[in-house]
């Protein structure tokens, strides 16, 4: 049974019911809606601040894409040119050192107290001083042809096996400091083109394009 709400005089807001309870009504106020209507403008003005951040953000991607390829590219050559100043100074090295290969002989004979181990210990050691650079070089040229961030770690992971090896190599006075430099120099600058490589890998790429 529905219960009979009477208007109480003089007040709109108050109805009594039949039983003789009171309640109070509340006057209905836009203050909710406008609110709700605030809310859903200012979501609006953050979507549209969003999106227009992130089409600034695709526009200024590309450029900044071209301004790293520009660096890469001219980190490669430096690498590039030391490499071959490498090369062309190890090889004479390495043939000076094998023409004058009897004074580091006698050295070793010396530290052996053998003449044929120690021609077997020089001649070892040159083979693998030989090969050692030889792969560096193969390395270096493969990254800066194929600009690829695995060749890139290959060649830094070899870079500091040389340096190992490089501490056997003293014994037969291929210890050259500025042969050890140039590798260095190749390392730093290896490093930092792989994380430059790294950086446009992670880039978004459908902004890219």
Known sequence: MKCQMIEIENDDTLLENQDGSIIQLEPYSN???IHITQRNV???DEDSQADSMDEQIGQAIPSLVNSILEMMLKQ???ILIIVILHAILNTMFTFLGICFRQDTINKLQVLLESQERA???YWFLTIID???CLIFYYLAISAYRTKS???YQLLLKWVYYCFFIQVFLAYIN???????????????????VAQLIK???????????
């Open 199 to 209: 950086g446009i890998v992670t880039l978004p790429r459908q902004r890219v394009d």
């Open 149 to 151: 961030y695995l060749m």
């Open 130 to 132: 030989i090969l050692s």
């Open 31 to 33: 203050d909710a809606q």
């Open 174 to 192: 291929k210890l050259n400091i500025l042969l050890v430099f140039l590798k260095i120099l190749t390392y730093i600058y290896s490093k930092f």
């Open 76 to 78: 490669q050559l430096t």
């Open 42 to 44: 200012e979501r609006e």
């Open 119 to 121: 021609e077997q210990l």
